[in-house]
């Protein structure tokens, strides 16, 4: 859906070929976590934790280990350390870092392809034509207004794409409420859709299981930013009212900023410095700067976890996606599957001169998760049935796989079987 709202935009409003429409069966293969688009160049970067590209590909093509050396060489990609850095906004690259937006990579892939064939272009500037095809499908307004292909088929059908929040995930937090701690939900989506989304998953007694809910929270923003440059607002019928000088009470608020959220959590608690622990499953939007700015402890919720304990057999494995049940049913069969294109979330090789020895690196994406977060799971149900005063082992400096919960992903594990990677 989200790979159609963005396409149909590019074809009715900005002429792009018709060809962007159809979706091979396989195709959205290519959507992985941790991307970088390189916009000028059209290429597609996967990074080792130096900034070296492990692997690449033009469009959609994969480049040969000979193009990138070719390319990019041994060293590290020239705009690793403002990347590294997790500066959000930038002309020359992007970073995809979350299921809301990975399907735009395969579109912009597709873009690529589409323009060398038909001109030829060594430079790129669809860009600012994808980002407009963003706005469209996902503004503010889009969703009162039915505006877009994305917020109307989501009304329409939200069975189709929405699945219930489990039992034992509403029980935890209930028990959480009950225990004293204050529980926050804050999320860039608009108040209207958030309802929506919360009505149906959670049930329409949603607003009870949070003290505190923020919509439109413009993340990361809402971390980096002062109070004057973005206070916090009421809501009246889903309209944002005028800006609010502090946070008083517990409530339902739009935009704002974490100081004067902390504010409000150290009157609630009645603590000097109250922890917090955010759960996010964007490294961009949520993880890093919740630790960066706020010193919140993280929880990152990371899918890519679930791909190492599905063994799918042979047959299945090579079955288009559609059949895997990706999205089908109430229980999705694969709940993650490893891109056969760009490899291992966690691990690669290092593209090898001729005849060096292959060595194994950690992704860059795989470096951040150590580093930014407090521990990673696979879904909030991992966690949900341990007892409230169960203790995590934390990531450290001593350990970067101890954070993982219930286990690491098999390619860290310092053993022979891990080596041989598909």
Known sequence: LIYDSFAQYLVAEKGYDEDLLTLAPDSLDFCCKGLVLDIEEGNFLKLAEDGTVLRASHGTKSMTSEEILETYGRREWKHFNTVSGMVSRSAKYYLYDNYFDLPGALLCARVVDCLDQHDGQKKYDFWKDMVAAVQHNYKITAFKEDCGMY?????NHPDKYLQRCPESVKKWLKQLKSAGKILLLI???????????????????????FDIVITNAL????????PNQRPFRTLENDEEQEALLSLDKPGW???GNAIQLYELLKKMTGKLDPKVVYFGDSMHSDIFPA??????????ILEELLGDKVTMSAETESEPLEKKGKYEGDEPK?????????GSFFMDRLPGLEN????????????????YSTIAIPSLEAIADLPLDYRFTRFSNSSATAGYYPSPPRELLPNEESVTMK
């Open 253 to 255: 608020y739009s935009q």
């Open 291 to 300: 630790r960066h700015y706020s010193n919140w402890e993280t929880v990152f």
């Open 334 to 342: 694969a709940p993650y599957f490893v891109s056969k294109q760009w």
């Open 187 to 209: 999320t860039s989506s608009h108040s209207d859709y958030c309802r929506l989304l919360c009505e149906h998953i959670i049930g329409n007694d949603f607003e009870e299981y």
């Open 219 to 226: 993340k990361p923003g809402f971390f980096s930013h002062t």
């Open 356 to 371: 060096a020895e292959e060595t194994l690196v950690r992704t860059w994406s795989c470096k951040c998760i150590s580093t």
């Open 151 to 155: 917020f109307p088929e989501v009304k």
